[in-house]
C-alpha cells in the first residue's frame, strides 16, 4: 500500500512538474511580426557566432522560447525604408557641368541570418532617421562618384542606365550592413540648368 501511494506520488510529481515546464515555455514564447526578425543572445541561444565573441540565434517571420535574465531578444525590422535622396550641392558632371536631380531609393535589411546580425551590429541602437540618415550619406557618395565620370549628355540620354550603376554601386557598400538597395529611381531633375535647355531645344530641332 505505501508502495502504491510512493509511486503515484511520484508520478503526480512528474505531471506537475511537466505541466509547470509547459506553462513556463508557452509563457516565455516570443513573436516577430512576417516583416521582423528576431535576435536572442545569451545561454543557451546558439550556434551563430558574431564579431562580439557571442553565440545568437536569428528566428525570421516566427517564434521562439526567451528565457528572462539568461536571454535577451532584440528585434530588426525587414520593412522597406523609402529614402529621399535631395544633394545640398549639385552634382559635378565630367564636363564640369552641374546637376541636380532629386532620386528615391527603396532600401531594407536583406532576410537572411547573417545580414540581420549585420545591421543589429550597425544599427540596432540607432532610430530610423539615424539609420536613414547614414544609408544616405552612401548612396550620395556614389551618386556624386558615378555623375563625376560621365558627362552631362550621358546622364541626360540614359537616366536609367545612370541609375543602376548608381545602385549597384550602393548594394556593394550597404552588403556591409547587411541591407540592399530595392530600388533607385530619379524622381525630380532640376530644369533650370541652361544646358539642359539647349540640349531639349536640339533634341526638339531634329524631331
Not at 26 to 32: A, D, L, Q, V
Not at 128 to 149: F, K, P
Not at 186 to 204: G, H, P, R, Y
Amino acid at each position: 500500500m505505501g508502495m502504491e501511494i510512493g509511486v503515484a506520488g511520484m508520478v503526480a510529481a512528474m505531471v506537475v512538474a511537466l505541466g509547470f515546464f509547459v506553462w513556463m515555455v508557452s509563457s516565455f514564447y516570443t513573436k516577430c511580426g512576417p516583416n521582423q526578425a528576431m535576435i536572442i543572445s545569451g545561454m543557451l541561444a546558439s550556434e551563430s557566432p558574431t564579431n562580439d565573441g557571442g553565440a545568437h540565434r536569428v528566428v525570421i517571420g516566427g517564434g521562439t522560447t526567451v528565457f528572462p535574465v539568461i536571454q535577451q531578444c532584440s528585434f530588426v525590422s525587414l520593412e522597406c525604408m523609402s529614402i529621399a535622396l535631395e544633394p545640398k550641392t549639385p552634382y559635378i558632371t565630367k564636363d564640369g557641368t552641374q546637376i541636380k536631380f532629386r532620386a528615391v531609393a527603396q532600401v531594407k535589411v536583406k532576410a537572411d541570418p547573417a545580414s540581420i546580425l549585420l545591421a543589429a551590429e550597425s544599427f540596432l541602437n540607432k532610430t530610423e532617421s539615424q539609420t536613414a540618415e547614414r544609408v544616405t550619406e552612401i548612396i550620395l557618395s556614389h551618386t556624386r562618384s558615378i555623375a563625376g565620370t560621365l558627362l552631362y549628355s550621358e546622364i541626360l540620354h540614359d537616366l536609367n542606365g545612370f541609375s543602376q550603376k548608381v545602385q549597384e554601386e550602393s548594394i556593394s557598400s550597404l552588403m556591409k550592413f547587411g541591407m540592399t538597395v530595392i530600388t533607385y529611381s530619379i524622381d525630380e531633375m532640376d530644369t533650370d540648368s541652361a544646358q539642359l535647355q539647349s540640349l531639349v531645344f536640339d533634341a526638339a530641332m531634329k524631331s
